[in-house]
């Protein structure tokens, strides 16, 4: 094989798990009409077509699924095998790639791992920062970070931070027309800002427990975000009750800037974790993240 088929291998596979010639242009750092060449003398080459393309989407054929099948594999083991090589190096190095909510970016992993970036310059960290679950081997995280109760069966996981609430709020303006929820059935007479999962995910639907009855309430409002922290500024504002993690509002609750509800409800969900496939080596880089992200036995961390 010629090396040129290779990198054009390389290429493909970049657009076919991006489905998207932009994305994949900007992961290899080259130009969008350039990769696009490239394809198109693959296949020309293959005498196959490997891709069909819409002006929205990209899509591997049943030639291209079958290639990244192949392909796939061989390249990750290649991968593997360079990280392993490069735990040779005296300094650690490499990308570390991390699927993360808001909430646990801001007060779990940024405080946690400036210090990292700035002991290992050589280290570079990449954060894809949303609340949907993604599947972390077919888009090629390294790791994410997410609650105890969400990860799946055959990852490894850490333990990243102690277990936290969910509590509901909303500035006193808001509740001087309207009474305060007494019970979480309450929250439909209500007006709510709701939290969509991930950016096509469905709404949120509020969780509660209380002396060992659960009770899951879908509420209304005219707000919906995909974020905690404009929940919480919109609650500020008076757009209506938000129901957030509690160490981002507990500095406004005890200045009056927000009332806290239904606060016997407010269930405690098991911490942040992070996670990453069981079968895989981990590099340098990546070892001193987990070691940075660890919460240790008896840890105050948050």
């Not at 509420?219 to 609650?235: F, H, I, R, T, Y």
Request: proline share 6%; aromatic share 8%; charged share 25%.
């Amino acid at each position: 094989m010629r090396r040129e088929d290779l990198t054009d291998l390389i290429w493909f596979l970049a657009v076919a798990e991006e489905r998207s010639f932009t994305r994949a242009a900007a992961r290899l750092r080259t130009s969008q009409s350039t990769l696009s060449h490239t394809i198109k003398q693959l296949e020309a080459r293959l005498g196959l077509r490997l891709l069909t393309r819409t002006t929205r989407s990209v899509a591997p054929t049943e030639a291209g699924e079958r290639l990244l099948a192949s392909l796939g594999p061989h390249l990750a083991g290649i991968e593997e095998d360079l990280a392993s090589l490069m735990a040779l190096r005296d300094r650690p190095s490499g990308t570390v790639r991390i699927s993360v909510s808001d909430h646990a970016f801001e007060t779990v992993l940024w405080p946690r791992l400036q210090p990292v970036l700035a002991s290992y310059p050589d280290i570079r960290l990449e954060f894809s920062i949303d609340n949907a679950l993604r599947n972390i081997v077919e888009e090629r995280f390294d790791a994410g970070v997410r609650l105890g109760e969400s990860l799946d069966k055959d990852m490894i996981a850490v333990r990243a931070s102690q277990d936290w609430r969910l509590v509901a709020v909303a500035a006193p303006a808001y509740f001087a027309t309207r009474p305060r929820p007494r019970v979480p059935q309450d929250l439909v007479q209500h007006n709510c800002i709701n939290h969509r999962q991930g950016r096509s995910g469905g709404l949120y639907a509020w969780e509660f427990e209380k002396d060992g009855r659960e009770l899951r309430v879908r509420v209304e409002g005219q707000l919906v975000l995909s974020s905690s922290l404009p929940m919480v500024d919109a609650a500020l504002a008076g757009f209506g009750i938000a129901y957030v993690p509690e160490d981002l509002v507990a500095g406004h609750v005890a200045a009056g800037r927000l009332v806290q509800v239904l606060d016997d409800w407010s269930p405690v969900f098991p911490g942040y974790f992070l996670y990453y496939p069981s079968r895989r080596q981990l590099s340098p880089a990546m070892t001193i993240v987990v070691d940075a992200l660890r919460v240790k036995a008896g840890s105050q961390a948050p």
